[in-house]
């Protein structure tokens, strides 16, 4: 099954990068835009039938590697439509 | 109105980053894990109100800045209970 982790980094955390893209959009004319954030998206492809199993495992790789949870949080997606 | 672009590689486009996420995976144990692929989700708060008119801007500062279209996909999302 498809699993998707989205790793956004904590509210009150600065995002350079975020900013940085906020300052070229609107140098790009795009002035409707007053606020960007950056975050991560990491598709896992598993080999677990049983979703909360699978979800279970996954928030353990996201505490263990691929979140640094001091400053990120994550959020845990099953995709639909799975057909592998 | 909060919009969500999520950036991935288009298939067939070597992910080095995916492929040493996935060896520490597995490298940790958790060796149900067959693929790993990252991506970006950039988080744009827009004053726009109208839906399709935020979808069309967004799209084009995916194509002017935030997506590199030879190798990346991008998928425009409209936040759901958006009250800000």
Same mark, same amino acid.
């Given at each position: 099954m498809q699993v998707i982790v989205? #790793?956004?980094?904590?509210?009150?955390?600065?995002?350079? !990068?975020?900013? $940085?893209?906020?300052?070229?959009?609107?140098d790009l004319g795009f002035d409707e835009v007053s606020d960007v954030r950056v975050g991560k998206r990491i598709m896992l492809e #598993?080999?677990?039938a049983d979703e909360a199993r699978?979800? !279970?495992?996954? $928030?353990?790789?996201?505490?263990?590697?691929?979140?640094?949870?001091?400053?990120e949080d994550y959020e845990i997606e099953i995709a639909e439509g799975d057909s592998e």
């Open positions: 989205n #790793i956004s980094l904590k509210h009150g955390v600065l995002d350079p !990068q975020g900013r $940085a893209i906020g300052r070229s959009l609107s #598993i080999d677990e699978a979800r !279970q495992r996954v $928030a353990r790789m996201c505490e263990t590697l691929l979140a640094n949870t001091v400053i």
